[in-house]
């Protein structure tokens, strides 16, 4: 009997529990060797099969070998006895949701999106107004969009914007479908934030008045964050507007365009060559010269000594927990000094740890 399926499922239970737990570093340890696993191409019959990861924990290897010796695991079926797993998952997958309310909810009983409307409708501050708006709009955010609805969203934005805009994120990268629609508007760097602010707010409700903006989760001088539908499309998407003034403009669209391991592994070389990079600006560390204005991405990759990396090109990469792995998007950044070899990223676990989306105030 091959034992991988078994070892696969058990250690994705282990997975959600402590990811329930908030136990990071247990997460990341598991997610690991299931990459590992899911990629092995042997099965799994004896002891002597199971394979040697690097990274693999002597704690993830007994586990499989209580599987190959028993045909079961005893911690992830009392993990299962214990966690309403797919509950947990459910309402940590609602927007607005974290860890802690999910928790909450399946404490108070509730399993299903039905328990929580009724729970709801008895309860009214059981949620808060966007967790609310979260799970009204629940079945529509789950999906991703289709590239050709992006190109409406965009057709459709371009004539309301009046400044220049872009959608980056995974539509800027080529991707077949998106999460959401991640737009930077291009504004002028004379511009205080005031007229910014001003700006966005008139956009936002423009956006309103015209159909397309249904219920705004977040509303800054910088930044709104809502939901919206194409007056044709039966689906609510969600969409993010970042105001940029146009010297921020290439670090922001470098960084909005992705993909997030990419920009890991960016931010890495931009260390190793003495400077921090973030959406809005890029510093020198210690004694590095100031770096000159950049007006286009490409100006970033120049001034980095690298060749410049179309966004199709810069994908997500399955990582390793091995230190010395790299992102897939990394072998993409080629150092354009004499050598021309890839440029070694050695990214050590904690850089890798993902940081949360910018929030602007
Ligand atoms: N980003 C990042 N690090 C993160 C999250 C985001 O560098 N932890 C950057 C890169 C992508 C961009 O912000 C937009 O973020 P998302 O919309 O979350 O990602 P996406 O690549 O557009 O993917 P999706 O199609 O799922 O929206
Ligand atoms: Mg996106």
Not at 41 to 55: C, D, K, M
Not at 334 to 356: A, D, E, F, Q, Y
Request: glycine share 6%; net charge neutral; charged share 25%.
């Amino acid at each position: 009997m091959d034992y991988k399926p078994v070892i696969i499922d058990a250690l994705r239970v282990l997975e959600a529990r402590d990811r329930a737990d908030k136990k990071p570093f247990s997460v990341r340890a598991y997610a690991t060797v299931l990459r590992h696993l899911e990629a092995h191409p042997a099965p799994i019959r004896s002891l002597a099969e199971i394979p040697v990861f690097q990274g693999v924990g002597e704690k993830i290897k007994k586990k499989m070998e209580e599987i190959v010796e028993t045909g079961r695991l005893e911690a992830a079926e009392k993990a299962k006895a214990d966690y309403p797993l797919e509950a947990l998952a459910l309402f940590g997958g609602i927007y607005g949701i974290g860890p802690v309310k999910a928790r909450e909810l399946v404490e108070m009983g509730l399993r299903t999106l039905t328990d929580l409307r009724v729970e709801l409708h008895m309860r009214p501050d059981l949620l808060h107004e966007k967790q609310k708006a979260g799970l009204f709009y629940y079945e529509d955010l789950v999906e991703r969009i289709p590239r050709e609805e992006m190109r409406e969203h965009e057709l459709l934005l371009q004539g309301i914007a009046q400044v220049p805009m872009t959608i980056v994120g995974s539509y800027r990268r080529g991707a077949e479908t998106s999460g959401d629609v991640d737009v930077l508007l291009r504004v002028p760097s004379a511009w205080t934030a005031a007229e910014g602010a001003s700006y966005l707010h008139k956009f936002v409700r423009a956006l309103e008045t015209a159909g397309y903006m249904e219920y705004v989760l977040a509303l800054g001088e910088k930044k709104c964050m809502g939901i919206a539908r194409l007056p044709a499309q039966n689906k609510a998407r969600r969409v993010d507007f970042l105001i940029t003034p146009e010297h921020e403009y290439a670090c922001a669209l470098l960084y909005f365009t992705g993909s997030d391991m990419f920009n890991v592994a960016f931010r890495q070389h931009a260390l190793q060559k003495g400077y921090t990079l973030n959406e809005h600006i890029m510093t020198p560390i210690g004694d590095a010269p100031a770096p000159p204005p950049f007006h286009t991405e490409q100006d970033i990759f120049r001034f980095l000594s690298l060749q410049y990396v179309e966004p199709s090109k810069r994908v997500e990469g399955a990582i390793s927990g091995d230190a010395q792995s790299r992102p897939a998007g990394a072998a993409g950044l080629v150092s354009v000094c004499s050598t021309n070899t890839p440029l070694s990223l050695g990214i050590s676990k904690r850089v890798l740890i993902k940081r949360p989306k910018v929030v602007y105030p």
